[in-house]
């Protein structure tokens, strides 16, 4: 079974609405919607915004649905100077940047237990999800995606996280969905559309264009669970 995981319901809602043979169930507060899709066994969560929520659902996906793979979706600030507003970001690899241990002489993001800043995408999954956003005529990159609990919407703060990270994209959920699914040895993958640039416009940007750039998270899902083997 495939698990799917967006924060928000404009970037699961999309999923759940062509699903058939669907079982709702809740868990924790967090509504788990089971079925098929595009002929697959799937399981999609709407975990709400931030890592512990991402987490606690990956979790239960993987410990009551026995999730084969796991895949985040939906919408981010673009840090890439090329990235635009509708742009794709496929992640090859995530990392949570506001763990931060630098006091103790560990480099920033650093994870304890994990002794890792870095957790790997799987790569099959991430070709499927980058060719299924070519074959969806979209412009996508491969890059690190990182997360936090903040909202990037500052020039300084987006600075940052080029700086110290040479990050991609930046959201709330990625890298905790990777963090468990590193410790339970489950593949996983992330797919962000752009919906701002993490930038000083990002307050205006993003309650304007997160709907328009989570469906294109979305059709980039239903493309990709297609072609999955798991």
Known sequence: MIGIIGAMDSEVNGIKSVMTDKTVRTVASVEFCSGTLCGKKVVVAEAGVGKVNAAVTAQIMILEYNASAVINTGVAGGLEDSLRIGDIVVADRVAEHDMDTTPFGDEPGFITGLERVYMDCDKKIVDILESSAEEAG?????????????????????????????????????????????????????????????????????????????????????????????
Not at 171 to 190: K, L, Q, R, S, T
Not at 204 to 217: M, V
């Open 138 to 230: 979209m412009s996508a990159m491969v890059g690190l995606i990182v997360s936090g609990d903040q909202f990037i919407c500052r020039d300084e703060q987006r600075s940052r996280l080029k700086e110290v990270f040479g990050a991609a994209a930046a959201e709330m959920e990625g890298a905790a969905i990777g963090h468990v699914c590193v410790m339970n040895g489950v593949p996983f993958g992330v797919i962000r559309a752009m919906s701002d640039c993490a930038n000083d416009d990002s307050i205006s940007d993003f309650p304007a264009f997160e709907k328009a750039a989570a469906a294109k998270s979305i059709e980039i899902i239903k493309r990709a669970v297609e072609k999955m083997d798991v």
